[in-house]
């Protein structure tokens, strides 16, 4: 059974940091090209960061330079560091495998708010 449990959200400042995290299991983590997005209330989920399975990344141009994906194989894991935070970054963030039917997990909702 796929599940992909997010963690890490919570209200921050602007210009504030974050890290989330993204525990997957049952599936071939290290195959799959991982994603982060987010959706922002009144909007569509729209993709933040993307990691392929070789390491490489891609960036929403909102983000890019503040955001941080990575992934750890041995821990089934993807990473979202989020550094100087705007209150426009205020999301649910979900992570999930590009190109799969996976089911969404519950997200982790940040909101950036002074």
């Known amino acids: 059974q796929v599940q992909l449990v997010e963690s890490g959200g919570g209200l921050v400042q602007p210009g504030g940091s974050l890290r989330f995290s993204c525990a997957t299991s049952g599936i071939i983590f290290r195959a799959y090209t991982m994603a982060w997005y987010r959706q922002a209330p009144g909007r569509q989920r729209e993709e933040v960061a993307v990691i392929f399975y070789g390491g490489a990344t891609t960036y929403a141009e909102s983000v890019k330079g503040r955001f941080t994906i990575s992934r750890d194989n041995a821990k089934n894991t993807v990473y979202l560091q989020m550094n100087s935070l705007k209150p426009e970054d205020t999301a649910v963030y979900y992570c999930?495998?590009?190109?799969?039917?996976?089911?969404w997990g519950q997200g982790t909702l940040v909101t950036v708010s002074s």
């Open positions: 999930n495998a590009k190109l799969s039917n996976f089911p």
